[in-house]
């Protein structure tokens, strides 16, 4: 595969371009699925691609494939010179410069074999225990979803004209479980899940059921408050889907083309100073690990907000050129198109409250577990998305609330952060603890 | 048309004896039901940044899904390699789901029924590259005019052709050839003493580039989203809690499809997981709602001459006056519900199973002047175009976000207000549903619908309506 790589490059070169990266991907895929005590579906396949990118001169275009026959290959080639022949001259396309290429050294961990060499039957069995384990927990939980025990095997391959070639293998296994529960007019769902490099890192799948049927369970009966200002907490599930627009806010496009609340602000305070935001590609077996990013540089860890100053974007090659800066090495790209930019392990810094404590002094408050929607604008910081939780009453969790929503602006929830927990865990690339975001408007009855 | 003058058969000499053999393979160890799902798929985009063309890509994908169906459980195998070893290889891992002799009967391949909705002669993906870069040009040049507020402009034109080719173990064999495309314009505007503000406009369908040169000119996507920023420029912030909502004609219909479309998807259903199983015959919705998904309008993103399990495509009733009349069948739910196919089984490519899902979602036109709609309300909000949406179908619950939206004050709209989330419960809230305006329009085609990891492109459409009582998500 590296030598396919190194040989795509060689011959865009030789049709014409003065600079190419490829980008070859090979996966293995299998799914199980059981629901109602029943294998439902099964699922397994293979496929691979191949990305090319081609730089003549200031110009630059792509083109992609999963047709690896000679004429494929041939067509790759010669698409992704035809596209940069449609591109208008940018000063800042290019490759990344020779001296930023590179990979981490040593092992990062991202590849178990186990996961390949466990058999089907088995893969059954153990999402098979995973859904029991909800179904049998109490007898409200009436129906289910199902639940899943998935794989993936990837290779990653990545080769450009200034003569980087580097491969990396990843695995990762999950098991998931969606229970339903009943009880007269009321019906909920949700789910929990653990996910892994290796099988050794999976949570027990009794464990998995039966968190995924309590969460499902303390929906019951859920409630509209009355619209009001009052405090709220999120719990690190629904914390981490802060991270993914805060992301959004930092990313290098966003700021060059000043459609961030954030953009221009480097340096100064942007949260409260409990806030900590960092990305880190080299933590070993993580979902955000890479040995090196889609451009051919090495990952690092990048202190985004820093105490509550705003201290770096997340950038890869063109959006640093575009904004004078260096590249953060969080160029990321499927095989399709140009290198754009993704998180590595992107995360909220542990702070130093329990969870518990964390509820404690709120008298009259809403615990958010999930948010609903897209209304979320990164460009503004205006926040207003459907939420359901549970009511906060003198420091307890006291009754289940749902269809409300949860509305402020992001500069100032960022500003507002009260508290942050000791609860930091990954499950998957981005990860924060308990987060008390200070008031906000509930819409609701 | 015969199959060696088909797509598959001409250009990848696939022949019936092929189609059967790999069926035979799927069916090997039993199962009642097999299917194959050919795809080849070329993908072109082109983007417009800071008024130069920065990303111009192309790019080919082909593969096979092979599926096998015994009694609920789904066994499936994909190859993105087309060799006969690699097709059966795929069939047999399909096959493992099954177990005993096989129950079906070997059914000679005849050509299934479908429509001619899109009968484009040069798809977009066929026209010369420089042609449509042509049309980003003119959106960026149209919305950088529009004001000198605008300061970025990203104009991107993107489209597909796909060849499909459907044998199934009941002896359907059928084709199509599905062109796609859409253009989109995304503008931020500024002023000073306040936030950027943004606008976004799209559309397109299975249409070729003649569509865009003669109905949908690139001036008007970049027209609408450069006066979307502008207008929230001056926006105040969005009023919280429940009051009376007018939801403007088109793109608000993006409520029907997370309000009742996917709760009535039949998957869910006949597993009795959504808010609305065991309902049918039931009223869900104030009488004026009439409530359908139409597969079958020309031209439209979200139709299809047939489904992707080879089933034509057709109008299905959801709601009839406000009585829940029937669900959205792919071939799994309709066997094991027994009921009749709705042409609803659609998957994201070859590398996806089937599943129920919605084509072109509307409400029927009612009789209410839109204006005088307007006039009713004393205090409330009027939504002209959305964001995105979410439903738990669970629940019910759904949500959508406004992103223009006006003051409705003493009967006439008033200020621009801040985007906002609006959160209601499937079930419940069409019953609040008082007017209907007499003004159904379609929305421009740029719906596009995730469910379970899928991605299906989608169109909706709404009359003018008002809502007596919805949660609104302001802060004011």
Redesign the interface.
């Known amino acids: 595969m590296i030598d396919l790589a190194a040989d795509l490059v060689q011959q865009a070169l030789a049709a014409g371009a003065t600079g190419a990266e490829c980008i070859l991907s090979e996966g293995e895929e299998f799914s199980a699925n059981v629901?109602m005590r029943?294998?439902?579906?099964?699922?397994?396949?293979?496929?691979?691609?191949a990305?090319l990118r081609v730089v003549k001169g200031k110009r630059?275009?792509?083109?992609?494939?999963?047709?690896?026959s000679v004429e494929?290959i041939r067509?790759l080639v010669a698409?992704a010179v035809?596209?940069?022949g449609?591109?208008?001259?940018?000063p800042h396309a290019g490759l990344p410069d020779p001296d930023e290429l590179g990979a981490l050294d040593g092992d990062l961990k991202l590849f178990r074999g186990d996961v390949a060499d466990l058999d089907?039957p088995r893969k059954i069995e153990l999402t098979r225990e995973t859904e029991i384990a909800a179904l049998d927990f109490d007898p409200r939980i009436a129906?289910s979803?199902g639940a899943s025990f998935d794989t993936h095997l990837g290779h990653h391959v990545f080769a450009n004209s200034h003569g980087f070639a580097g491969e990396y293998r990843t695995s990762y296994c999950s098991l998931s479980a969606v229970p339903?529960a009943k009880e007269g007019d009321?019906?909920?769902?949700d789910y929990w899940y653990s996910m892994a490099r290796g099988l050794e890192g999976l949570e027990p799948p009794a464990e998995i059921g039966r968190i995924a049927a309590r969460r499902a369970l303390r929906?019951l009966g859920?409630r509209?408050v009355d619209?009001q200002k009052a405090p709220v907490v999120f719990e690190p599930r629904a914390a981490r889907d802060l991270l993914g627009d805060l992301f959004e806010a930092v990313h290098g496009e966003a700021i060059y083309?000043?459609?961030s609340?954030l953009a221009g602000k480097l340096g100064q305070r942007v949260a409260s100073e409990k806030l900590t935001i960092i990305d880190d590609g080299t933590i070993p077996s993580l979902f955000g690990t890479s040995p090196f990013d889609d451009e051919g540089v090495p990952t690092r860890r990048t202190v985004v907000i820093e105490n509550g100053v705003l201290r770096s974007y997340l950038l890869n090659t063109y959006t640093a050129r575009k904004l004078g800066m260096k590249t953060t090495g969080n160029a990321s790209r499927g095989?399709?198109?140009?290198a754009g930019i993704g998180h590595n392990n992107f995360y909220i810094a542990q702070g130093d409250k329990s969870p518990e404590e964390i509820l404690r002094p709120i008298r009259n408050g809403f615990y958010v577990t999930e948010m609903?929607?897209?209304?979320v604008?990164t460009?503004?910081?205006?926040f207003?998305?459907?939420a359901?939780g549970l009511w906060i009453r003198d420091g307890e969790l006291a009754f289940p609330v749902?269809?409300?929503?949860?509305?402020?602006?992001l500069n100032q929830m960022l500003m507002n952060v009260e508290a942050v927990g000791t609860d930091l865990e990954f499950r998957g690339s981005t990860a924060a603890p308990t987060l008390c975001m200070g008031e906000m408007?509930?819409?609701?009855? | 048309m015969p199959l060696s003058d088909s797509f598959f058969g001409s250009r990848l000499a696939i022949t019936g004896r092929d189609l059967e053999r790999y069926l035979a393979e799927a069916l090997s160890r039993g199962g009642d039901y097999a299917d194959l799902y050919f795809e080849y798929i070329a993908t072109s985009s082109i983007s417009m940044d800071d008024a130069i063309v920065k990303s111009a890509t192309q790019g080919v994908s082909l593969g096979v899904g092979v599926r096998v169906l015994a009694g609920e459980r789904t066994g499936y195998a994909y190859s993105d390699d087309l060799s006969p070893e690699r097709i059966v290889k795929a069939a047999r891992v399909a096959a493992c789901i099954a177990a005993g002799p096989s129950q079906v009967e070997k059914t000679p391949l005849r050509e299934g029924d479908k429509h001619n909705l899109y009968p484009v002669l040069t798809a977009a993906t066929e026209t010369a590259f420089s042609d449509r870069v042509e049309m980003v040009k003119r959106a960026d040049r149209c919305a950088r005019a529009y004001d000198p507020r605008v300061f970025q402009v990203q104009a991107s034109f993107v489209d597909n052709l796909r060849h499909v080719l459907i044998a199934t173990s009941d002896g359907i064999l059928n084709y199509d050839r599905q062109p796609m495309a859409r253009m989109s314009v995304r503008v931020l505007a500024r002023q000073e003493g306040s936030p950027p503000q943004s606008g976004h406009a799209g559309g397109g369908g299975r249409v070729g580039l003649e569509f865009f040169l003669e109905e949908k000119t690139p001036e008007h996507f970049a027209t609408e989203s450069a006066r979307q920023a502008i207008v929230q420029l001056d926006a105040i912030d969005a009023p919280a809690g429940e009051m009376t909502v007018v939801l403007g004609p088109g793109w608000p219909g993006i409520l029907l499809h997370e309000a009742v479309g996917h709760g009535l998807e039949a998957d869910f259903n006949r597993k009795g997981t959504s808010a609305f199983s065991g309902r049918i015959g039931q009223q869900v919705a104030s009488p004026l709602c009439t409530v359908v998904d139409d597969g079958t309008i020309r031209s439209r993103r979200g139709s299809l001459n047939m489904d992707d399990e080879g089933v034509p495509t057709q109008r299905n009733v959801l709601i009839e006056n406000g009585i829940l009349r029937g669900y959205l069948q792919d071939r799994l739910s309709s066997r094991i519900l027994r009921s009749g196919q709705t042409g609803s089984g659609r998957r994201e490519s070859y590398a996806h199973i089937p599943m129920p899902r919605m084509t072109n979602t509307f409400m029927l036109a009612g009789e209410s002047d839109p204006s005088e709609v307007v006039r009713s309300v004393p205090r409330g909000l009027y939504c002209k175009s959305f964001g995105g949406g979410q439903v738990d179908i669970t629940n019910g619950n759904f949500v959508f976000t406004a992103s223009e939206s006006y003051l409705i004050e003493d009967g006439h709209l008033t200020r621009p207000v801040r985007n906002a989330t609006l959160i209601g419960n499937g079930p419940e809230t069409l019953r609040f549903v008082s007017m209907v305006g007499h003004d159904l329009e379609l929305d421009e085609g740029m719906g596009i619908c995730g469910k379970e990891g899928q991605s299906v492109a989608v169109g909706v459409g709404l009359p003018t309506i008002k809502i007596d009582r919805i949660t609104v998500g302001g802060t004011a």
Do not use: P
């Not at chain 1, 029943?38 to 691609?49: H, I, P, T, V």
């Not at chain 1, 009321?186 to 769902?189: A, F, G, N, V």
């Not at chain 1, 749902?402 to 602006?409: D, H, L, M, R």
């Open positions: 629901r029943e294998l439902e579906s099964l699922k397994e396949a293979g496929s691979r691609g990305g630059s275009g792509s083109a992609y494939t999963s047709d690896f494929g067509r698409s035809e596209m940069a449609m591109t208008t001259e940018d089907t129906n979803e339903i009321s019906m909920e769902r929906r859920a509209k619209t083309r000043q459609a609340f095989i399709t198109g140009n609903m929607g897209f209304g604008n460009v503004t910081g205006d207003s998305v459907g359901n749902s269809e409300v929503t949860i509305a402020g602006n408007t509930i819409g609701g009855k």
